[in-house]
């Protein structure tokens, strides 16, 4: 977003005509801006605020952002004319986070505000996330597999499935192999995650979509 102002740079001597500038005075770049990052990992996205005012000096009053994921970095309280600035945004998208659109606004001392759209992509640690989790089911064994993306193994600190009773569910978890085994899953069934974030431990629950035996896998289990 841009704001601008009309600016007188001359005239032609005795002839009364003014040379009149309608370029744009503040300019937040990009306008917008699309980042792709890891979940429960501190990750940063940069705009500039440009000042193209031939003499007038731009003071930021505050920078604001209307997400709990996205927190307000460094930013110049002032930027000189011709100079430009740097805004910083640090995001954290947690395990039930998702994809994110939202709009960061510069807020000047002048009354004035700029804003700039940004939309952040998380790189899912599953198939399926955020909503569900998807998994192989094995009818030799009677487990349901899930692989969980190598980025996010070590951040594991526990898998359990129940059942839609809330019963438990024999689950094993590999960190190495990044796999989650689930013996015998019936038709229905969650898997809650606990991952390790910077901000503490978040838990992700969601059903899991993988057929199972009792959903028929088109195969019937060993007796």
Known sequence: MVLGALAIFGCAAGAGVFFVSRAPMLVLEPGTQTVTVPINTVSF?????????????????????????????????????????RVTLEILIGPNG????????????SG???????DVAPIPPFAGWPKTVEGDYDPQSQTTLISIDSRYRAQVVLAQGQTPSGDL???FYDPEQGTIAL???TEGAELSLTFMTPDGEDTWTGQITAPTAASGSGENPPS
Do not use: M, Y
Not at 64 to 80: H, L, M, N, W
Not at 112 to 118: N, P, Q, S, T, V
């Open 169 to 171: 569910i024999e689950t």
């Open 98 to 109: 998702g994809h994110v659109h939202n709009t960061l606004q510069v807020h000047l001392a």
């Open 183 to 185: 013996v015998d899953p």
């Open 112 to 118: 004035g505000r700029l804003e700039a759209d940004i």
């Open 45 to 85: 996205a940069e705009f500039t605020v440009r000042n193209n005012h031939p003499w007038r000096n731009a003071e930021v009053e505050f920078v604001k952002a209307q997400c709990g994921c996205f927190r307000v970095g460094e930013f110049p309280k002032q930027i000189a004319s011709g100079k430009s600035g």
